[in-house]
C-alpha cells in the first residue's frame, strides 16, 4: 500500500484538486483508493459532494481516538472511498497541546484500518503544524503542487524543512516529487518557473503539466472528479496522464520499501545458487540432480509461461536467465512437474495454497 501525502504550505495551489482527481483516475485504473482529508476547511470532502448532514463523524474523531478511521469511511465510486474532514478538526492541535504521541495519531489510525487500499492519498491543509506533521509521518511519499509564482517556491522551502524535522525527530523519510499545476502556457514567467522548478528537483519532477482549466473548478463545484463531469477535458486528460505516472511508479517504490527493510537483491546474495544479475538479465540457478526437466515460474510472467531450464553441463545445476524490470518478483521452480521455492534463497512470502514463495528483488 501506498500512502501519499499531498502537501503545501501555500493555498490555492491545486492541492486539493489533484488529491480529488489523482484518488479518481487511479479507481478508474482499478486500483483501490482512499482519499484522506485533513483540511479543516473540508474541500476535498465538498468537492466529491458531500456535506455537513453526510459526514456525523470525521478525521477529528480519528485523529483524537475517539472512532476508527473505518467508521468515518464513505464511497464517492467503486474503488474509490473517503474519509472526510470538517471544521471541529481545526481544534485538534490545540486539544492535544503537550500530549505524547500528538504526532502519531494519523499512523496509528492508518495501522488500524480493516480494509486493504492500493493508495491512501492524503489532503493536506494549507500549513505547517501538528497535522501537516501528521500526514508526513503516516506517509511514506508526498506530492507538492507548484503554481507558478514565488510564494508557492517559498512554501516548498518549508516543507522540505518539516520533512527533515520529521526525518530527524522520527528517523522517517519521505519520498517527495513535485507536480506543476495552473499552468498558464501563454506566459513567459510560467515557463520560467517550470525551468526553475526541473532544474531544481530533476527527477523529482512529474512529467505531466497540470494546466489552467475552468473545467476543472466547475467539477469541484458539481462536487464530483473532472474524470466525470468532463471526460474530455484537458483537465481530466491531464489527471489521467499523473495517475500514469504514478502507477508507473509501483514498482520503483517497492524497490525502495523492499531496500529499505533490508530485503536482499541480486547484487548482495551471498548463497551459491541464489539469483544474481548478468549480461541478459537476472540468473536463476537451482541444484537438482536426477531431474528430467525444471523451469522458472513467477509474478513476472503470470505464474502460466514457465520459462524452461537448462542443465547443460548434465551436472543437476539447472540455470535461467530472466530478463526482469526493476521490481520486486515472487517465483518458484518446477522440477519434474511439482513445485518449490529456492531453496538458497532465505526470502519468502506464503502463498494462496498455504505453500511458500521465493522473493528477488530487481534494482
Known amino acids: 500500500m501506498r500512502t501519499i501525502a499531498v502537501v503545501n504550505q501555500k493555498g490555492g495551489c491545486g492541492k486539493t484538486t489533484t488529491a480529488i482527481n489523482l484518488c479518481a483516475s487511479l479507481a478508474e485504473k482499478g486500483r483501490g483508493v482512499l482519499l484522506v482529508d485533513l483540511d479543516p476547511q473540508a474541500h476535498a470532502t465538498a468537492g466529491v459532494g458531500l456535506g455537513p448532514k453526510e459526514t456525523a463523524e470525521t478525521m477529528y474523531e480519528v485523529m483524537l481516538g475517539e472512532t476508527s478511521l473505518e467508521k468515518v469511511i464513505h464511497e464517492v465510486k467503486p474503488g474509490f472511498d473517503i474519509a472526510p474532514s470538517g471544521i471541529l478538526l481545526s481544534a485538534f492541535e490545540q486539544k492535544l497541546a503537550g500530549l505524547p504521541g500528538r504526532e502519531s495519531c494519523l499512523l496509528a489510525a492508518f495501522r488500524g484500518l480493516a480494509r486493504t487500499y492500493d493508495y491512501i492519498i492524503v489532503d493536506c491543509p494549507p500549513s505547517i503544524g501538528l497535522i501537516t506533521f501528521n500526514a508526513l509521518r503516516a506517509c511514506n511519499e508526498a506530492i507538492v503542487p507548484i503554481e507558478g509564482s514565488f510564494f508557492s517556491l517559498w512554501g516548498v522551502g518549508r516543507l522540505l524543512d518539516m520533512i527533515e524535522l520529521v526525518r530527524e525527530e522520527t528517523s522517517h523519510d519521505i519520498r517527495l516529487k513535485v507536480l506543476c499545476t495552473m499552468y498558464d502556457g501563454r506566459t513567459k514567467f510560467a515557463a520560467e518557473i517550470v525551468e526553475d522548478i526541473v532544474e531544481h528537483f530533476s527527477e523529482r519532477t512529474y512529467k505531466t503539466l497540470i494546466h489552467n482549466n475552468v473545467k476543472l473548478r466547475e467539477a469541484a463545484s458539481h462536487g464530483v472528479p473532472i474524470t466525470e463531469y468532463d471526460v474530455l477535458s484537458r483537465g481530466s486528460k491531464e489527471y489521467r496522464a499523473l495517475a500514469d505516472e504514478v502507477v508507473a511508479e509501483e514498482n520503483e517504490v517497492k524497490v525502495e520499501e523492499a531496500l529499505q527493510v533490508g530485503l536482499p537483491t541480486p547484487e548482495n546474495q ?12 537476472i540468473l536463476f540457478t537451482v541444484e537438482a540432480p536426477g531431474a528430467a526437466s525444471v523451469a522458472l515460474t513467477g509474478d513476472f510472467n503470470g505464474w502460466t509461461e514457465p520459462i524452461k ?11 535461467a536467465i530472466a530478463n526482469l524490470d526493476p521490481g520486486v518478483y515472487q517465483y518458484k521452480f518446477v522440477v519434474d512437474g511439482e513445485w518449490t521455492h529456492d531453496p538458497e534463497n532465505p526470502v519468502s512470502v506464503d502463498d494462496s495454497h498455504s505453500g511458500t514463495n521465493s522473493v528477488v528483488v530487481v534494482k
Request: proline share 13%.
Open 270 to 281: 551471498k548463497e551459491n545458487y541464489g539469483p544474481r544479475p548478468v549480461p541478459g538479465g
Open 309 to 319: 531450464m537448462n542443465d547443460d553441463d548434465e551436472d543437476g545445476i539447472w540455470v
